[in-house]
């Protein structure tokens, strides 16, 4: 890497460990705002490749954060894939949105709570046949397959699930897959060269894959959220167990993606467990086992968790004084700046500072005033400037000024 990057890198590394680097790090989470300041639509960051690359790394050279967000994070994949897939679970401009509308997650009872059973029972199997259907209607061949269990049976097992794979609806489901694989890929490819281009230059990725606690897998992608909240008083111990086996495919997903690319800080957004969301009781019960594994789990494999606290985590703060001090990042959204200085100063890098809202509708000189209270309440050590959440949309005047005054007020 060249000098620049190790530059960024050590300013990182001294700021996680909670030593005072040169200037305060910069983290620029930029979701859509390049397809906005580089004149694309939505639907085009979605549908062209070439297009949301070139935005990005435009983006990227201008502004010249310490860190920025991985690419993939507004997409979910190229917009082609979820017209092939005939994706349900989700809402993308230029497919089922209008042109320049961000996309949208559409929740629901992806698996009933008496499916339970099936799922703690053979997880694979339940989201092969049942879940897949369910969120891709184009894939709806699949639910025609029988059990994954009969494979079991060796040569007696085998011929069947063959004759299965030869029915027309699983063929074309399969067929459906291997057309989006193109597609997936070529969005993958180049978006791999895109971040070994800005390396190479000189920029480092915040993370490149995000990692999701258990309980929001369950409660995001599977059960929504009135139904987890539901099975946290009707079945807990159920909603427990599906959370023990997902919890090795959380882990082992996070130190896959380390490894595949080099990156080893491992982004971790969190969704349900802000106040809130569930009670402290609950909360004891279960998000915080699990999130104070995950991120140990994490460090011990020499990886640097970097989880989002989203929403307000006043309640919740002292749990984090049980974590690894000096080895991850907390990237808060909208909890007390002097609260987490007075709370975690000696534990976590904290990662907050500017709300969105006013790189919209803020002045250059709130922007300045902003910057220069968060720089001061840390005291220009283990503290990362970034916004609030992910930037669709910013004044470019305001977003230079934040950057500009970053780094005149933490090297004073």
Known sequence: MNEK???KRKRIDDTIALKKPDHVPIFLPQSYLPART???????AHYDVDAWVRAN???VLKYDPDMYFFIEAPINGAGQVHDILGTLAMKWPGGTLPDDVPFQFVEGEYMLQGEYDHFLDDPSDFLLRVFTPRVFKNLEGFSKLPPLKNLALGCYGTPVYGMAMAAPEVVESIERLMEMSKHALNFTVKSGQLYAELAAEGHICAANAPVLHPFDIISDMLRGMRGTMLDMFQVPDKLISAMEKLYPLSLGGAIGAAQATGNNQIFIPLHRGADG???PKQ??????PYLKKLIEDLVNANLVPMPFFEGTYEQRIDYLQDLPAGKCIGWFDRSDLNLLKEKLGDIMCVAAGMPASLLQTGTVESVRKQTKEAVNTFEGKGFIMTSSTVIDEAKPELLQAWIDATREFSSQ
């Open 5 to 7: 990057y190790e530059q």
């Open 38 to 44: 580089e004149g694309i639509t939505l639907k085009e």
């Open 57 to 59: 790394k435009n983006f």
């Open 277 to 279: 969301f569930m009670s």
């Open 283 to 288: 909360f004891e019960q279960f998000y915080w």
